[in-house]
């Protein structure tokens, strides 16, 4: 007996250090991630330091004029010069076969011009009026897009001095400050003494400034700014990139560069995670809380735990199964009969409810309580069903969408991609349907029986019980198997990799794909350079998907919990 106390003790540990250390290791993750993020949303910084030990490269990007010229005339490296005049006068050329083409003339209503600068390697070109605000705009073809303003200090503004295709310092009296053009943000600002700058020059690898002044002295400074594209703005709001007409959620990783414009908006990767999630969720919760609620309350005995463990096998099965069969078996399918499931879809479910329902009058009017049918009976209307599918659908699509559905919703601007949310719905809700059977059952099994068998006292039919107690009393669980099944939607992945585009688009629409957060994760993360923006933001998407699964899985605990207390009481 003392061993055996021991023993318990032992173990009782055991479970409890287990436990604990599982919390610490979620603990540990989570501060990791952080950590790790931090940076992203961090200000850059301007600071004096001694000259470098190896003197760099430096790239003169300033020089103080002696006078004003009547007209600027700007490069930006790509063979493109602009020429623009006091007035807002402006002519873009283009080089080519050694001879250069004029691109565009317009005429910008504007204040006289103070300064302008067109960025390197980039068709942004910025403008300065004498406001707290630089223009920005860009060509695209024939035509001049004007973009957001950026603010600058509202003291007179004495140049604007481009630094890269996406940045620019601008130069004031005592002032020098770093600006981001996609995020129109003030990145850094440097208090600078009363002597006039003559001269600035930045190294090749843009870390370190050298400021030559006029009385002949010199100063170095070190510029921190690890990411400086990255901002909640660009993260969760519309940004107007150059190049395209309107601002947008863009997620381009081609450019996930320092040096360039990195293009990496989570709005579209989180709309494809709550995109697939819906469809999913829309397919499995109905068919397995119906499914649940029919074994446990109207199955043979003899069949339910067949039942059940077919199921728990179905949850074991690997995703990439299912995944392999929506891509190559299911996608071709439904492209070449997206009607036949529509019809499908429609009639199925139509046909077998009516056919309940007349069952159900012819039982009221025979006044008695008439024997279940079989199963076999339910075949009846689910083979007319799938009958009037197959023969209606040829005539149907023929008369009605001119012989070709496809063609139809393309004529209507509704474009139709072979892998897309309906086909993820169908894979990813097999996939959540067994979590949500299982502990749908199990609630509903759970409820005491006295409660249905005191409403059948009454005189309540089977029906009735089920729908005004059973339900009632094991709403919570069900809610919790449901909120399960979300959690195992949202960090799906392998499916997502192979049934769906992995196209970063917004909206809900079923015809299209998506790309979610976790397929980017598994997918861009052995190829982002470690600790680049590309590299940060991937990881603060983990971080998003950690705290929304954590969030879930702990609503789902606090539900069983309460559920287990309300049984308690019964």
């Known amino acids: 007996?003392?061993?055996?106390?021991?023993?318990?003790?032992?173990?009782?540990?055991?479970?409890?250090?287990?436990?604990?250390?599982?919390?610490?290791?979620?603990?540990?993750?989570?501060?990791?991630?952080?950590?790790?993020?931090?940076?992203?949303?961090?200000?850059?910084?301007?600071?004096?330091?001694a000259s470098?030990?190896?003197?760099?490269?430096?790239?003169?990007?300033?020089?103080?004029?002696?006078?004003q010229q009547a007209e600027l005339h700007l490069d930006n490296?790509?063979?493109?010069?602009?020429?623009?005049?006091?007035?807002?006068?402006?002519?873009?050329?283009?080089?080519?076969?050694?001879?250069?083409?004029?691109?565009?003339?317009?005429?910008?209503?504007?204040?006289?011009?103070?300064d302008a600068v067109l960025l390197p390697g980039s068709r942004t070109l910025l403008l300065a009026d004498g406001s707290a605000q630089v223009q920005s705009w860009f060509r695209l073809h024939q035509q001049l897009i004007a973009r957001p303003g950026i603010s600058v200090s509202d003291t007179p503004l004495l140049a604007l001095i481009p630094v890269s295709s996406s940045s620019f310092f601008s130069l004031h009296p005592g002032l020098l400050q770093l600006h981001q053009v996609d995020s129109a943000r003030l990145l850094a600002e440097l208090r600078l003494p009363s002597d006039r700058l003559q001269h600035l020059q930045l190294s090749d690898d843009r870390q370190w400034l050298r400021l030559d002044w006029q009385s002949g002295t010199s100063n170095w400074y070190q510029i921190q700014w690890?990411?400086?594209?990255?901002?909640f703005t660009q993260l969760w709001l519309p940004v107007h990139y150059e190049g395209r007409r309107e601002p947008a959620y863009v997620w381009q990783t081609a450019a996930a560069a320092d040096d360039a414009s990195p293009k990496l908006s989570l709005v579209p990767l989180t709309i494809g995670t709550l995109k697939a999630a819906w469809y999913a969720m829309l397919f499995a919760t109905p068919l397995a809380i119906l499914a649940a609620v029919y074994t446990a309350c109207y199955l043979p005995e003899r069949w339910r735990y067949r039942v059940k463990a077919s199921m728990e096998m179905l949850e074991s099965m690997p995703t990439v199964i299912l995944g392999f069969i929506a891509a190559f078996l299911l996608a071709p399918w439904l492209e070449q009969q997206l009607l036949l499931f529509f019809m499908l879809l429609l009639l199925v479910p139509s046909l077998v409810l009516l056919s309940s329902a007349v069952w159900y009058c012819w039982r009221q009017q025979r006044q008695q309580q008439a024997e279940q049918p079989g199963w076999f009976v339910l075949l009846i209307p689910l083979l007319l069903a799938v009958w009037l599918a197959y023969?209606?659908?040829?005539?149907?699509?023929?008369?009605w969408f001119?012989?070709?559905?496809?063609?139809?919703?393309g004529e209507r601007g509704i474009d139709y991609q072979q892998r897309n949310a309906l086909i993820i719905g169908m894979a990813m809700g097999l996939a959540v349907i067994p979590s949500i059977f299982s502990l749908t059952e199990d609630v509903v099994s759970q409820?005491?029986?006295?409660?249905?068998?005191?409403?059948?006292?009454?005189?309540?039919?089977?029906?009735?019980?089920?729908?005004s107690m059973v339900l009632p009393v094991a709403a919570p669980g069900i809610l919790a198997a449901v909120l399960l099944g979300l959690g195992r939607a949202l960090g799906e992945t392998m499916i997502l990799i192979m049934a769906t585009g992995n196209t970063p688009l917004l909206g809900f629409d079923p015809f299209t794909g998506m790309r979610s957060l976790t397929a980017s994760l598994s997918l861009e993360m052995p190829e982002a350079a470690v600790s680049s923006s590309h590299f940060k933001v991937?990881?603060?998407?983990?971080?998003?998907?950690?705290?929304?699964?954590?969030?879930?899985?702990?609503?789902?605990?606090?539900l069983r919990q309460r559920i287990r207390q309300r049984y308690q009481q019964l």
């Open 77 to 114: 490296g790509l063979q493109e010069r602009v020429v623009l005049q006091r007035d807002g006068a402006i002519r873009w050329y283009l080089q080519q076969d050694e001879s250069w083409q004029l691109q565009l003339r317009d005429q910008l209503t504007m204040a006289p011009l103070s």
């Open 391 to 399: 023969i209606g659908t040829p005539w149907l699509e023929q008369w």
């Open 538 to 558: 991937l990881l603060l998407a983990a971080l998003l998907l950690l705290v929304l699964t954590f969030f879930i899985n702990t609503l789902v605990s606090v």
């Open 52 to 67: 470098p030990d190896t003197e760099p490269e430096w790239h003169s990007l300033y020089q103080a004029d002696t006078g």
């Open 1 to 49: 007996m003392q061993a055996r106390h021991y023993f318990d003790k032992i173990s009782r540990w055991s479970v409890t250090l287990v436990g604990y250390g599982i919390l610490l290791a979620f603990a540990f993750i989570f501060l990791f991630l952080i950590w790790q993020v931090w940076p992203l949303f961090q200000a850059g910084s301007i600071s004096p330091v």
């Open 447 to 467: 409820v005491p029986p006295s409660l249905a068998q005191g409403v059948l006292a009454l005189g309540a039919s089977r029906w009735q019980a089920l729908s």
């Open 226 to 231: 690890q990411h400086p594209s990255v901002s």
């Open 402 to 409: 001119d012989g070709s559905l496809l063609l139809w919703l």
